[in-house]
T-cell receptor, first 116, second 116 residues
Framework: EAGVTQFPSHSVIEKGQTVTLRCDPI?????LYWYRRVMGKEIKFLLH????????ESGMPNNRFLAERTGGTYSTLKVQPAELEDSGVYFC??????????????FGPGTRLLVL | GQQLNQSPQSMFIQEGEDVSMNCTSS?????WLWYKQDPGEGPVLLIA?????ELTSNGRLTAQFGITRKDSFLNISASIPSDVGIYFC????????????????FGKGTKLTVNP
């Protein structure tokens, strides 16, 4: 079974530009999460999709961030316009949708974003 | 918001030594998780704890869910070079009937270096 994949692995952009990150969850996983780790700090939750619906977007920093999951498969996270403080590692995670609370979130390798 | 205080921030040990790290919180968590991140990879789940007081082992790793539900520790015995990486604790605040649908709150990580 393929794991969570993310593209690109690295992105270097200038302040004011737009960047779109993509996440492909494990096949059959209804839950998809976006997290971000700014250097030296904790991994912070951004938002959670259940299929194509946003279940919880309480962690989204501001309206420069737009996440979509059309069709309930892969997801994109767009940052427009990018600011210096958006630099960090963006992780995607997915999990199945079952009745057990013991369901594991599987993480992708992350996209390392640097805004200059 | 909820925060996890993870310590120590970094550790430098000799191969064969035992390691201990912990996380504390002012909030109650119903699930405690320990993840490991290797360079260039995403976090991988090591141990999951679901009941207060629970002590769980996974090979050389042992973790406990504090009785107050506000803390957890991870021990690694007889460390080896491949134990190098960043270890994160994470908490989830509620059990849900829909597994995996709650966001994770992470500590800042413990960076472990093992000298051969």
């Amino acid at each position: 079974e393929a794991g969570v994949t993310q593209f690109p692995s690295h992105s270097v952009i200038e302040k004011g530009q737009t960047v779109t990150l993509r996440c492909d969850p494990i096949s059959g996983h209804d839950n998809l999460y976006w997290y971000r780790r700014v250097m030296g700090k904790e991994i912070k939750f951004l938002l959670h999709f259940v299929k194509e619906s946003k279940q919880d977007e309480s962690g989204m920093p501001n309206n420069r961030f737009l996440a979509e999951r059309t069709g309930g498969t892969y997801s994109t996270l767009k940052v427009q316009p990018a600011e210096l403080e958006d630099s960090g590692v963006y992780f995607c995670a997915s999990s199945r949708s079952e009745t057990s609370y013991q369901e594991t979130q599987y993480f992708g390798p992350g996209t390392r974003l640097l805004v200059l | 918001g909820q925060q996890l205080n993870q310590s120590p921030q970094s550790m430098f040990i000799q191969e064969g030594e035992d390691v201990s790290m912990n996380c504390t919180s002012s909030s109650i968590f119903n699930t405690w998780l320990w993840y490991k991140q290797d360079p260039g990879e995403g976090p991988v789940l090591l141990i999951a704890l679901y009941k207060a007081g629970e002590l769980t082992s996974n090979g050389r790793l042992t973790a406990q869910f504090g009785i107050t539900r506000k803390d957890s520790f991870l021990n690694i015995s007889a460390s080896i070079p491949s134990d190098v990486g960043i270890y994160f604790c994470a908490g989830r605040s509620t059990h849900t009937t829909q597994g995996g649908s709650e966001k994770l709150v992470f500590g800042k990580g413990t960076k472990l270096t093992v000298n051969p």
